[in-house]
């Protein structure tokens, strides 16, 4: 388990610039992020610095700035809480009517020893035809998949786009990886429903592993993962992986049709 505050938000960092936003909108330790709509992760408030506990009137002041900020766009106002934010933060959330929401896990694993898996093809940037299979195996709508592809060009650091086809030449997994100061994150790791339970996901992730360790020299990996995804756990389970910390969202009670 991640104890230290340095830990935690240097995981955090991390995987802001491995899923990166449309736009974002720094103040004095939030990080609000924007992205037409698609994932949480990418429109959300998240802390990014460690928990400064607020005033009552001064919270819910910055609370009420940050949901008049989503309203201009269109989007409702969905905070994540990470253990960098404060306690006061979430009480006040629930205060206001928000209800948590996907209680989620950050995970950690070395990267040991293991061979690459010949049979899945890494690219170093998603072409069209990554992001169609993406939309295709995660049923996304037209709008976002375009999104997706704006989001993935946005990546800074060193990035692999992993896909692996089936003997017809049908792709039926793929994945990211993102490398940054010792560590790759996974993410976008998806499967074909017909093909669920044959190990895809398993050799997706290896595979990036392996990538992340021999091409981008990181030492370890992370992901973050629904708390309820039980098949998901088991897999991670296998690869080494533990819980470092958790988070969970706040959304607007009336909120329907929350984003993925």
Not at 16 to 29: E, R
Not at 59 to 69: F, K, M, N, P, S
Not at 126 to 151: I, N, S
Not at 229 to 251: K, S
């Amino acid at each position: 388990m991640i104890d230290a505050e340095a830990d935690i938000a240097g995981l955090e960092e991390r995987a802001l610039n491995a899923w990166p936003a449309l736009s974002t909108l720094l103040a004095d330790g939030w990080a609000l992020r924007l992205a037409a709509g698609f994932t949480k992760r990418a429109n959300s408030v998240t802390v990014i610095s460690p928990a400064r506990e607020d005033g009552v009137a001064a919270l819910d002041a910055r609370i009420a700035w940050a949901e008049a900020a989503y309203a201009r766009h269109g989007l409702p106002a969905i905070f994540r809480l990470s253990p960098l934010a404060p306690a006061s933060l979430d009480a006040a959330l629930a205060a206001r009517g928000y209800r948590h929401f996907d209680e989620s896990l950050v995970q950690v694993a070395a990267l040991d020893a293991g061979a690459p898996d010949a049979a899945v093809a890494v690219a170093p940037r998603a072409d069209a035809a990554w992001c169609a299979d993406a939309a295709r195996l995660g049923a996304l709508a037209p709008a976002q998949e375009a999104t997706l592809a704006r989001m993935l060009a946005r990546i800074v650091p060193q990035a692999a786009f992993a896909t692996l086809r089936a003997e017809e030449g049908r792709v039926v997994a793929l994945g990211l990886a993102v490398a940054e100061r010792g560590m790759s994150g996974l993410f976008e790791v998806m499967v074909d429903p017909a093909r669920q339970g044959q190990g895809l996901g398993g050799r997706i992730c290896r595979a990036l592993m392996a990538w992340a360790r021999d091409a981008a020299g990181a030492r370890a990996a992370y992901l973050q993962v629904t708390a309820g995804n039980a098949p998901a756990l088991a897999l991670y389970r296998r690869l080494g992986f533990t819980t470092a910390y958790r988070y969970h969202y706040r959304v607007p009670a009336d909120l329907s049709g929350v984003i993925a």
